[in-house]
């Protein structure tokens, strides 16, 4: 705004209209990095070969990659260590949307680790165990 004789005037218009080309602009830039990150809730059922739940799994989840460090922030876990309960069922928290590594242990089964992509709001995601293989020896 001008100044005139002690009186404030409105800027001109071409002023006015470069001011507010400006504001939008800033505010379309700025806006995808106030966006929040999408999550998902997690279930994780893990049963062996013949469909039984397998009580007591270690399970870890680990996400890989689908948004920045950055973006996450510090706040967002990015990996978590749980234990399945007698029904084989595991829940996580919303996590962040993208590639998890997902590794299960359990006593007298096979050690299960791939990756899984979480693009939904609700995800489950069932893992079948194998038993050990047998040990040979050399000897």
């Not at 830039?29 to 059922?45: F, N, V």
Request: proline share 7%; hydrophobic share 35%.
């Amino acid at each position: 705004m001008e100044s005139c004789g002690g009186l404030l005037t409105r800027p001109a218009p071409s002023e006015y209209h470069e001011t507010m080309r400006r504001m939008i602009l800033w505010m379309a830039l700025a806006l995808p990095l106030l966006a929040e990150t999408p999550m998902t809730t997690l279930t994780i059922k893990v049963k062996n070969d013949s469909g039984k739940p397998v009580e007591d799994a270690s399970i870890t989840v680990r996400f890989i990659k689908g948004h920045s460090v950055v973006k996450l922030g510090k706040g967002i876990r990015r990996e978590w260590d749980l234990h399945t309960n007698q029904e084989g069922i595991a829940k996580i928290p919303p996590i962040p949307q993208g590639t998890i590594l997902i590794q299960v242990n359990a006593k007298n089964y096979q050690t299960f680790g791939d990756n899984f992509d979480v693009d939904t709001e609700q995800k489950t995601v069932e893992i079948k165990l194998k038993p050990p293989q047998a040990q040979f020896s050399a000897h």
